[in-house]
C-alpha cells in the first residue's frame, strides 16, 4: 500500500529523512518496497480550462481542443483522451516544458493539424499511475496558474503490509505504528462519536456469521460532483482516481481509517436492506460492468427485489452514485474476513474494500468511519444526515485477555529487559495492563480491537522485541558441531547427481506425483485414489517416467529439437505403495539443437548418450540385455554387480512422438554412496603411451576386454581408452562374426620417468593375458 508522508504528518511527527523513517519501519517488520518522490514543480506547466472541443479531421481517435490558459489568447491543443467535458480544468504543458517522463513539449502538426502544447494525464506529470485520460482538475483552480502550486512535493511510501497487519492498512494507523516505534504522541486521534441513535428497523442480517454487524445512514439533497483540490490530491497522490465527491470521500475515509465504506443511491433502492447469501447461479451486475454469477455462499447486501452489492467487495451498477443522485445511503459493516477472501478468488473481483476487509478491520472503527464520511459529505456535497443510523447484529467483541511471564520473555529475546520498558513498549503499542504484576512475574494485558494478531506470550514478546530493536541484541554462537546423518548424505548425493547431470546438458524437471486420468507409458499399474481432487491428480505415480513423457510431449509441441531431462523424486510401488526415491533419465532429439558451422552433419541422440549421461553419476556402470514391457532395446543397468534400474528405447507404440526416446530409471536409495572426492598435484614425469589393435569374436564385449587390461592390476598403466573399432561392410576384411578394436594404453610412475624396457615388459604380459583369455588375434 502507498502512504503520503504529508498525510501522515498530520497524525504524528516524523523523522527529517524518508529513509530514516524507512529504515525504522523495516527493522519493526513493516517492509519498504519503494520511496517515491512526488510533486508538479515543472515549469510551463499551468491550469487551463477546455472552452471547445471537435473532431479532428484526419483521425478518428483525436480531438482538437481549444483552452484558456490566463494569457489572454486561446490555445489549439491535439488531444486523444476523451474523458473530459466542456469547462473542465486540466494541466496544459506549454512549449517548452520539460515532462518528469523526459518528454520535451514543441509546438509541431499533429496529423495535419497544429498542436501548441499537450494536455496532460496524472502519470504524465508523476502524479498517479492513471494514464488512461486528462487530469481533471478542481473546479475552483486559478486559470493560468502553476501546476506546482496545486501539488506540492510529497514522498510516497511504498509499503508490504504483511496479512496478520490489516491495521496498518490506513494512514491512521501506521501513523500510531510510528508513534509506538519513535516514543511520540498522536498528534491527531480519531474523532469521538457523537451522541446518535440507533434504529433496529429498515435493515437485517440473514447471514449473521459472514456479516455480523451492518450499519447504514440516509444523507438527503447531496450535490453531486467534482471533489475540491485537497481531496482529489490526497487520494490520488497514492494511486486511487477521482470520481466524484461522494465516492472520492468514501474512498479518502478508507484510506485515512482503514474502514471501507459504500454509498448507495437510496432513490434507486426498494425497500428493507438485508444481507443475505446469494441463490446459486445469482447474476449481479458491478460497478465495473461486468456481470458476475455468483455461488450459494457468496454473501450480498440486497434490497426486497435484488441483491445491491457482494457484501465486503463491490457495489453495485444500478444502485451506484451518480451525477443525478440526489440522496444516498451509507453503509458501514464489519465482515467475515475468510468469506470475503474466498468471495473475491472465486469470483476474480479483488478490490480496495475486500483487501483490507479480508485482512480484518478493527471493529470499533465501523462507526467512527461513518460519522466521518457523513461529516465529509455534510462539509463537501451539503448533505443533511438522517438523525439515526439504521444497524443490525452486534460488533465483535475484543480480544481475549493475554498472560506475558518477564522471565519468559527474557528467554526468549536472549537478553534482559526491564519490566518497565517491556509495559512501557506495550502500552505504546494499545495494549492496557489490566492486573498489576504477579508473584511468579507476570501480567495480564488487554488487546485492542485492532491488534487481532496478538493471540499469544510470545506474541507479546514479538511486540517488544520490534520496538526494542533486533539489532540491539548481542549475537551468540549457539551452533554445536553434529554428525552428518543418512538425511545429509542423502541430500548430498542428490545434489552431485544434479551437479553432474546438469554439467552432462540435461535439464532437471519436476513433475507432480500424482497422475491424470489419461495415462502415458509406465503408469498403468498406478495406485488409484480414493476421492481425487481433480481429473489431473487421480493416482500416485508408480514409475517416475510417468512424469517426463508428458513433459517430452509438451515440448515437442512447443517446438524443441532436443529434449533431455531429468528428475529425482518419490515414486509409489505397487500394490501396497510402498515409498522409493527414483532417479529417471529422458533423451530425445537431435545432439545438438542447431548445427554446427564446422559440419552439417548432425545425428540423433541414441542409446550411448544415454549411457554416457548415466555413467555420470553411476560408478562401474555396465548394460546388460533384457526385456522389459514398453521398451525395445531394454537393459538391466548394474553398477558392479548389483542392478539398480533399467533402461533402453521406448516402443514406437507407446511413443507418440517421431524418432527415438531413451529413458531409463534407478532406484536411486540402491546407487553406491560416491566417495569423497581426492585430489592430486599435477604429474611431474612423462606418460608413455602403447597401442594395441585386436581382432576378436562379435560376442567379447569391450567391457570384457577392458576387464582383462586392467586385472590383474598393472602397477605403470595409468588408463586404457578404445579408440577405433571396425567391422567392414558384413564383417569383411576380419573375417565373419569378428571384428576389431584398438586400445591405447598410458603409462605413468609418480616419482621417476619411464624406460622404454620397463614399458615393454607390462605392455607384453597384458598382450599375453588377451591372447589366453579371449583368444585375441593380436595386430602387429
Not at 319 to 337: D, M, Q, R, W
Not at 392 to 401: F, R, S, T, V, W
Not at 765 to 774: A, C, P, S, V
Request: net charge neutral.
Amino acid at each position: 500500500m502507498k502512504f503520503s508522508l504529508n498525510w501522515l504528518r498530520e497524525f504524528v511527527d516524523l523523522p527529517e529523512k524518508p529513509g530514516d523513517l524507512a529504515e525504522l519501519l523495516t527493522l519493526a517488520g513493516v517492509e519498504m518496497k519503494k520511496i517515491e518522490t512526488r510533486g508538479a514543480k515543472i515549469d510551463k506547466v499551468v491550469v487551463s480550462q477546455i472552452t471547445s472541443s471537435s473532431r479532428h479531421p484526419n483521425a478518428d481517435r483525436l480531438t482538437v481542443c481549444e483552452v484558456e490558459d490566463d494569457s489572454g489568447l486561446k490555445r489549439q491543443i491535439v488531444c486523444g483522451a476523451t474523458n473530459y467535458k466542456l469547462g473542465d480544468k486540466v494541466p496544459l504543458a506549454l512549449p517548452g516544458a520539460k515532462l518528469p517522463n523526459g518528454l520535451e513539449i514543441r509546438k509541431n502538426k499533429l496529423r495535419g493539424v497544429e498542436s501548441e502544447g499537450m494536455l496532460c494525464s496524472p502519470i504524465e506529470l508523476g502524479l498517479g499511475e492513471d494514464a488512461a485520460g486528462l487530469m481533471i482538475l478542481a473546479p475552483e483552480a486559478k486559470i493560468g496558474a502553476a501546476i506546482g502550486d496545486l501539488f506540492p512535493g510529497n514522498t510516497i511510501l511504498d509499503v508490504e503490509i504483511t496479512p496478520n497487519r490489516g491495521d496498518l492498512l490506513s494512514h491512521f494507523g501506521l501513523a500510531r505504528e510510528i508513534a509506538a516505534l519513535t516514543k511520540k504522541k498522536m498528534r491527531a486521534e480519531t474523532r469521538p462519536l457523537k451522541t446518535v441513535k440507533f434504529a433496529k428497523s429498515g435493515v437485517k442480517i440473514s447471514a449473521t456469521r459472514e456479516c455480523p454487524f451492518f450499519s447504514a445512514r440516509k444523507i438527503d439533497n447531496v450535490k453531486v460532483g467534482p471533489s475540491p483540490q485537497w481531496l482529489r490530491s490526497k487520494i490520488e497522490s497514492v494511486g486511487i482516481r477521482s470520481i466524484n465527491n461522494i465516492v472520492d470521500i468514501s474512498n479518502f475515509v478508507m484510506l485515512e481509517l482503514g474502514q471501507p465504506t459504500h454509498a448507495f443511491d437510496a432513490d434507486t433502492l426498494r425497500g428493507e436492506i438485508n444481507v443475505q447469501l446469494a441463490r446459486e447461479g445469482e447474476k449481479f451486475l458491478a460497478l465495473g460492468g461486468r456481470t458476475y454469477s455468483l455461488r450459494a455462499d457468496n454473501l450480498v447486501v440486497a434490497d426486497e427485489e435484488r441483491a445491491i452489492g457482494i457484501g465486503g467487495v463491490m457495489g453495485g451498477a444500478d444502485t451506484g452514485v451518480t451525477e443525478s443522485t440526489k440522496n444516498v445511503l451509507l453503509e458501514a459493516a464489519y465482515f467475515l474476513p475468510a468469506n470475503i477472501r474466498r468471495t473475491a478468488r472465486e469470483l476474480n473481483l479483488p478490490s480496495d474494500a475486500s483487501y483490507r476487509f479480508e485482512r480484518g478491520v478493527d471493529p470499533k472503527m465501523v462507526l467512527r468511519a461513518s460519522a466521518r464520511a457523513t461529516e465529509l459529505i455534510g462539509e463537501i456535497a451539503g448533505g443533511t444526515a438522517a438523525k439515526e443510523i439504521r444497524v443490525a447484529g452486534k460488533l465483535p467483541e475484543n480480544p481475549g485477555d493475554v498472560s506475558l511471564s518477564y522471565e519468559k520473555c527474557d528467554r526468549v529475546v536472549g537478553i534482559a529487559i526491564k519490566p518497565k520498558i517491556v509495559d512501557a513498549i506495550l502500552s505504546a503499542f494499545g495494549l492496557s495492563k489490566s492486573k498489576s504484576t504477579s508473584k511468579n512475574g507476570s501480567s495480564t494485558w488487554k488487546i485492542p480491537s485492532y491488534r487481532r494478531d496478538l493471540q499469544r506470550d510470545v506474541d507479546l514478546v514479538e511486540e517488544v522485541l520490534r520496538a526494542y530493536g533486533a539489532n540491539k541484541i548481542p549475537g551468540a554462537e549457539r551452533g554445536r558441531y553434529s554428525p552428518s546423518s543418512a538425511a545429509d548424505h542423502a541430500h548430498d548425493l542428490e545434489s552431485t547427481w544434479r551437479s553432474r547431470l546438469a554439467a552432462a546438458g540435461l535439464n532437471e524437471v519436476r513433475t507432480s506425483k500424482l497422475l491424470p486420468r489419461e495415462r502415458f507409458a509406465f503408469s498403468e499399474s498406478a495406485i488409484e485414489l480414493r476421492n481425487p481432487l481433480s481429473e489431473d491428480a487421480v493416482a500416485l505415480r508408480p514409475s517416475i517416467l510417468a512424469g517426463l513423457l508428458p513433459v517430452l510431449d509438451r515440448n515437442i509441441r512447443a517446438g524443441a529439437e532436443r529434449v533431455a531431462i531429468f528428475e529425482i523424486g518419490r515414486t509409489f510401488i505397487p500394490p501396497a505403495g510402498k515409498e522409493e526415491r527414483h532417479l529417471g533419465v529422458l533423451l530425445w532429439g537431435n545432439i545438438a539443437s542447431a548445427p554446427d558451422w564446422r559440419s552439417a552433419q548432425s545425428r540423433n541422440l541414441d542409446l550411448f548418450d544415454l549411457k554416457g549421461a548415466l555413467a555420470s553419476v553411476i560408478p562401474n556402470l555396465s548394460f546388460r540385455s533384457s526385456n522389459f514391457p514398453d521398451l525395445v532395446l531394454a537393459a538391466d543397468i548394474y553398477s558392479g554387480d548389483r542392478m539398480i534400474g533399467f533402461g533402453g528405447q521406448l516402443s514406437p507404440a507407446r511413443a507418440s512422438v517421431p524418432g527415438a526416446v531413451l529413458v531409463a530409471e534407478l532406484h536411486a536409495d540402491l546407487l553406491a554412496t560416491q566417495s569423497a572426492e581426492k585430489f592430486r598435484e599435477l604429474e611431474r614425469f612423462p606418460a608413455i603411451t602403447r597401442d594395441i589393435a585386436m581382432i576378436v569374436p562379435e560376442k567379447v564385449t569391450h567391457e570384457e576386454i577392458q576387464r582383462v587390461i586392467e586385472n590383474p592390476q598393472e602397477p605403470l598403466l595409468e588408463s586404457a581408452e578404445l579408440f577405433d573399432l571396425f567391422t567392414g561392410e558384413g564383417g569383411a576384411g576380419v573375417g565373419g562374426g569378428r571384428r576389431s578394436l584398438a586400445y591405447r594404453l598410458t603409462y605413468r610412475d609418480r616419482s621417476r620417468t619411464l624406460t622404454s624396457e620397463e614399458v615393454t615388459a607390462a605392455h607384453a604380459k597384458i598382450r599375453e593375458r588377451l591372447r589366453r583369455e579371449l583368444g585375441a588375434e593380436l595386430r602387429e
